[in-house]
């Protein structure tokens, strides 16, 4: 199974500021990453698909980037929405697998 | 509008089987997959398994001795069921629609294995 590595756990930023959020890969995942946000009591919502797709309706400031086994989310500059916890998910292999989670808090 | 929706028991008895249904509207099930997630507290994500447009099924393999995905197209139903419950499987369970991966969510059915 791929292991993915995400970091930080833990985010404390505050509203305007350029946060990022890594996943690193135990083998080549080929760009298909996707990132995820999750609100509490809410449904997971995509925000980027295959390493730097914007998921429809999603800003323009969240972007990622990355390709082999490193990957970045990032936002660009924090909204009071944004807090929330943010994951990512390899799809080039089964059993799909995500990285565990970073909670973004308002500092 | 895309929609997914977990339903099932919410307590589940220790060795006993859990059964969850997901209901979607909005897509075909012919057309997309569903994929079923869990995420164990205090730990992350982990996908359990997969039911593919065409009907076939794959699975985690670290859940596949207990696990058995099943659909009925023409109530729009995906169903999940697992066997030999016991409480480090008490977590919340995603069913979300998909390709390759995931894209929408449903908002999850919380599950406790207890007596």
């Known amino acids: 199974d791929i292991q993915m590595t995400q970091s930080p756990s833990f985010l404390s930023a505050s509203v305007g500021d350029r946060v990022t959020i890594n996943c690193k890969a135990s083998?080549?995942?080929?760009?298909?990453l996707n990132w995820y946000q999750q609100k509490l009591g809410e449904a997971p919502k995509r925000l980027i698909y295959?390493?730097?797709n914007l998921q429809t309706g999603i800003p323009s400031r969240f972007s990622g980037s990355g390709s082999g086994t490193d990957y970045t989310l990032t936002i660009s500059s924090l909204q009071p929405e944004d807090f929330a916890t943010y994951f990512c998910?390899?799809?080039?292999?089964?059993?799909?697998?995500f990285g565990s989670g970073t909670k973004l808090e308002i500092k | 509008q895309v929609q997914l929706m977990e339903s099932g028991p919410g307590l589940v008895q220790p060795s006993e089987t859990l059964s969850l249904t997901c209901t979607v509207s909005?897509?075909?099930?012919?057309?997309?997959?569903v994929h079923w997630v869990r995420q164990p507290p205090g730990k992350g994500l982990e996908w359990m398994g997969v039911m593919w447009s065409g009907g076939s099924t794959d699975y985690n393999s670290a859940l596949k001795s207990r696990l058995s995905i099943s659909r009925d197209t023409s109530k729009n139903q995906v169903f999940l069921k697992m066997n030999s419950l016991q409480s480090e499987d008490t977590t919340t369970y995603y069913c979300?629609?998909?390709?390759?991966?995931?894209?929408?969510w449903g908002q999850g059915v919380m599950v406790t294995v207890s007596s």
């Open positions: 909005g897509f075909s099930l012919t057309s997309y997959n």
């Open positions: 083998q080549n995942i080929n760009k298909y």
């Open positions: 998910l390899q799809h080039n292999s089964f059993p799909l697998t």
């Open positions: 295959n390493t730097n």
């Open positions: 979300a629609r998909g390709r390759a991966a995931p894209d929408y």
